[in-house]
């Protein structure tokens, strides 16, 4: 991919390699959302042409928007809370180094998740172009950081800039979107399971926990989270019944 190849061309030639190890191995630990994206782009996209003439499409489609993004950040707790299991999926302990780059690139992916659901705008409305400006306009952020960010802060360089293409590309289709064929997405919920989700795990972070009693704090956080989720969109899915 274009950041691990910038990381080869930017870095010194006696690092970049061990860099790229260490960046591409934590990386790996955000599949749980990348598998959830994948899944929801292949089931959600025929749903949305099919229900594109629906007098109720478009709540219809806020209400997917708000189930995605609160299934994206259980995703997240549920790495972020138990990373120090979870990071046993990278054989190579030397590579545990760059566990600070597995939220940035979480975050990343959920907001890569948000793009592809409110991508649906410039599919029914035949303006594809727009999904080519949008790709154009990462690619050029991407660049940018990278070649800014890599030479001083190495992979954790890449991570953020990962973040700030996909929070970018969010953005611009959101405000492209809401202008060509407006959809009334609960920006301030989906925004509020974000930094609920943040906050939890920084917060769960903060404390002199060990041994079972840790284990069970973060369990009880995690499952407080989900026990919310479903409280607050649970009234949706009748509605989305046929």
């Known amino acids: 991919t274009a950041d691990r190849i910038l990381l080869k061309w930017l870095l010194p030639a006696d690092t970049a390699d061990t860099q790229i190890g260490i ?3 934590c990386y790996k630990l955000a599949i749980l959302i990348t598998l959830f994206i994948q899944a929801f782009r292949f089931a959600a996209e025929p749903f949305f042409f099919s229900q594109a003439e629906d007098p109720k499409a478009r709540e219809t489609f806020a209400k997917l928007m708000n189930w995605s993004v609160a299934f994206m950040m ?3 707790l549920t790495v972020m809370l138990f990373l120090d299991l979870f990071k046993w999926f990278i054989p190579n302990e030397a590579y545990h180094v760059g566990l600070r780059v597995v939220p940035i690139l979480m975050l990343a992916n959920v907001f890569l998740g948000i793009y592809y659901n409110q991508s649906v705008w410039y599919k029914l409305t035949d ?3 727009w999904g080519g400006t949008i790709a154009l306009f990462g690619a050029g952020v991407t660049l940018l ?3 800014l960010l890599i ?3 190495g992979y954790l360089g ?3 800039a990962t973040l700030a293409c996909y929070g970018g590309m969010t953005v611009m289709s959101h405000l492209l979107g809401q202008h060509y064929w407006p959809v009334p997405y609960q920006v ?3 925004l509020l399971y974000m930094a609920v989700g943040v906050f939890l795990w920084w917060g769960v972070e903060q404390l002199p926990l060990e041994g079972v009693l840790n284990y069970a704090v973060r369990a009880a956080v995690l499952l407080g989270f989900m026990t919310v989720a479903w409280r607050v969109e649970r009234p949706s899915v009748r509605p989305l019944s046929p």
């Open 158 to 160: 890449s991570a953020w």
């Open 23 to 25: 960046y591409g191995a």
């Open 188 to 190: 301030t919920r989906v």
């Open 127 to 129: 303006r594809t172009r």
């Open 74 to 76: 259980t995703a997240f």
């Open 151 to 153: 030479p001083r802060i």
């Open 145 to 147: 950081l990278n070649f």
